[in-house]
């Protein structure tokens, strides 16, 4: 019994693992029809989508029978929740992925902005803190986890830039207005991707640690009362 | 032992809407900042931020404890799993509340916009929908949580009509583009609430029929295939 759990604990972070990497190469396809200017790198985005959202209700189900027929202890408990948390939090960022994509082919009927590139680093960082966000929730890693964290505040200030400057051309420029509205809709896009990655870091330190660090939990003296 | 869990889910619930009427109060001061330009309507925001962000870990903690001590079964185990996803939602909802204020407050320093009033409607909406789909989750009301998900439509409808009318406003007055910007990205985070809603809203239909409405599962023939 002790075995079975530890293989199907296992198999769950597999699932995490595989979802995660669809994701990722959702929010890199998407980019890439923006960067590059090539409506055909898109065309793998709506077919993972569907097997995102699959696997969404599959790990759901998966981590209920998980807690029905294993009865877990607090430690595990933490884990798997912490798991169903972060599959939503995997299924949220690809539709942001997907909200890219749609832009990215509006944009492809304009002239390109030069703001495109402060995108194309934002989408790379996004990409790398989804990544690292992954594996530190798996491998149980906390460094890791808060180097993702400290990464949100990077990825914030470069939407900050981005939206600036292109608040700056559409004033200068009524007529690149539709497409730097665009162009600024996508940047928040991908701060909501990076918001996401910081969830499952949140997620990697509140299952290995026990404590909870949203909301600069951290500097609260006392963990949360118990429940009455 | 019954009777104890049965007064312990109670509890759960109670905390619930106790969450949820404090986000729907920091809904609306932020939206009557921008709309009656008051300035003063906003300072209970940050004091409800603070108690919606404590609430949160609370009712995880308090989840956890559920779980471990009365090993609920399956549709029990559901319906608390689902409380732990609608508290993340409200938080992350409240924090679309703090953003709404922000830029009310930015918007101030400036003449205010015709298209306030379509905000106004999209808040008024979009609180509706919160208070719904919570009353939903808590009565178990699968049809007022189908009302929610309808409603969802219509927001995102005023969302577009609304962008529309700022991208032309945009075009044609250089000097109301950072107001402009500052109010489409305030209708982006209403539409966010709505989104936050309705998945409140689905998390009633999956703890109450046991079957996965999230992207539009219900067009599925057969439930999700057991855990290996």
Chains 1, 2 share one sequence.
Do not use: W, Y
């Not at 798991?83 to 832009?103: C, F, G, H, P």
Request: aromatic share 2%.
């Amino acid at each position: 019994m002790e075995r079975h759990f530890d293989e199907q604990l296992a198999d769950l972070k597999h699932r995490l693992v595989r979802m995660s990497a669809l994701a990722e190469h959702m929010i890199n396809a998407a980019v890439r029809v923006l960067v590059a200017r090539d409506a055909s790198a898109g065309e793998p985005v709506p077919g993972h989508e569907d097997e995102v959202n699959r696997m969404q209700i599959d790990i759901d189900e998966f981590c209920l029978q998980l807690i029905a027929l294993h009865q877990p202890t607090a430690g595990d408990l933490r884990f798997i929740l912490a798991a169903t948390k972060s599959a939503s939090d995997i299924e949220r960022l690809a539709d942001q992925a997907v909200n890219v994509l749609k832009k990215a082919e509006r944009l492809l009927t304009s002239p390109p902005l030069a703001e495109t590139a402060r995108i194309e680093e934002m989408a790379a960082l996004a990409s790398r803190m989804l990544s690292d966000s992954l594996h530190s929730f798996v491998n149980r890693d906390v460094g890791r986890a808060r180097e993702v964290l400290l990464r949100d505040d990077q990825l914030d200030e470069m939407k900050s830039v981005v939206t600036d400057e292109l608040i700056a051309r559409m004033g200068a420029e009524p007529s690149a207005v539709v497409s730097a509205v665009d162009l600024l809709l996508v940047a928040r896009n991908l701060e909501r991707i990076g918001d996401h990655a910081t969830n499952i870091a949140e997620n990697t330190i509140f299952a290995v640690e026990g404590r909870d660090v949203r909301h600069h939990a951290e500097d609260r003296p006392e963990p949360p009362p118990p429940a009455p």
